[in-house]
């Protein structure tokens, strides 16, 4: 486990720290409301240099950027909906998945499923930093 206490100028800290120890798989991206889920794909987005807008998946199932990012927020649905809709093959493909909120729960079913999974978790410690506690299993 590793934690960081990041401004936004220093994100590029902790997305490096996920990149080069984790490149394949799922990232489970945890944290309240406006933690910094969003922002942190924007990061890795930015860093691995593909040009294409960042938004978060709410309306749709998944985002793609690249051919190897791949984005989903389970805020909505919640996780039996997006499992029921087929999205385990999505995730078993080969790349970086974040799943912003996902719970206990998907990392049971990726278990499993034996998909490879880690978590981030963001804590908003004041306006302008947040604690960033990367849990690779
Ligand atoms: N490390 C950071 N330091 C300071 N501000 C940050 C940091 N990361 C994100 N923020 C700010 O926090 C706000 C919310 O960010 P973001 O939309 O990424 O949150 P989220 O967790 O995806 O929210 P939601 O739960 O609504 O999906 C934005 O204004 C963003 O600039
Ligand atoms: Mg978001």
Redesign the pocket.
């Known amino acids: 486990m590793r934690k960081y206490l ?6 590029d800290i902790v997305v490096m720290g996920l990149i080069s120890n984790f490149s394949s798989g799922v990232v489970i ?1 945890r ?12 990061r890795v987005v930015k860093y691995l240099q593909i040009d294409e807008e960042v938004t ?1 998946p ?1 309306f749709s199932l998944q985002h793609c950027y690249g051919n190897k990012i791949f984005h989903y ?1 389970m ?1 909505n649905h919640g996780v039996d909906h997006f499992i029921s809709l087929g999205m385990l093959e999505e995730l078993e493909r080969e790349g970086l998945h974040f799943v ?2 996902g719970d206990d729960k998907l990392v049971e079913i990726l278990n499993s499923a034996e998909i490879k999974n880690m978590t981030l978790d ?1 804590k ?1 410690i ?5 604690e ?1 506690t990367l849990c690779i299993h």
């Open positions: 990041l401004s936004l100028k220093e994100l991206l944290g309240d409301l406006a933690a910094g889920k969003t922002t942190f794909v924007k978060s709410t927020d805020y912003e909120w963001i908003k004041s306006d302008d930093k947040r960033y």
